[in-house]
């Protein structure tokens, strides 16, 4: 059983950065994939960043590629997102979430634990 808290969400202005992290409980977190999803309001839940359990391989959706980064840092049992040069359309709730296995997944159904979200919103 892993649970997983996010921090970092806010308010910030187009073109500004933020950090997201997310905190998992449990002794295996070296153990799980882990991914950041984000849900805009009306709109599916949707892919955003995943990292290896080593940390050696990252993944991104096209629409952050460049700007968003995923990382990890097992001792502390924590996943980070940061995000630069923020735009008006990342604006929405956003997930951190683990899977098992050796593949990652931009399928939300593929990933067995979930946080409860942190807002973003990006507004001038």
């Known amino acids: 059983q892993v649970q997983l808290v996010e921090s970092g969400g806010g308010l910030v202005q187009p073109g500004g950065s933020l950090r997201l992290s997310c905190a998992a409980s449990?002794?295996?977190?070296?153990?799980?994939?882990m991914c950041w999803f984000r849900q805009a309001p009306g709109k599916e839940r949707q892919f955003v960043a995943a990292?290896?359990?080593?940390?050696?391989?990252?993944y991104y959706a096209e629409s952050v590629k460049g700007r968003f980064t995923i990382s990890r840092d097992n001792t502390k049992n924590t996943v980070y997102l940061q995000m630069n040069s923020l735009k008006p359309e990342d604006t929405a709730v956003y997930y951190c979430?683990?899977?098992?296995?050796?593949?990652?997944?931009?399928?939300?159904?593929?990933?067995?634990?979930w946080g409860q979200g942190t807002q973003v919103t990006v507004s001038s």
């Open positions: 979430a683990a899977k098992g296995g050796s593949y990652y997944s931009t399928t939300p159904g593929q990933y067995d634990y």
């Open positions: 449990g002794r295996t977190f070296s153990s799980y994939i």
């Open positions: 990292i290896t359990q080593s940390g050696g391989f990252t």
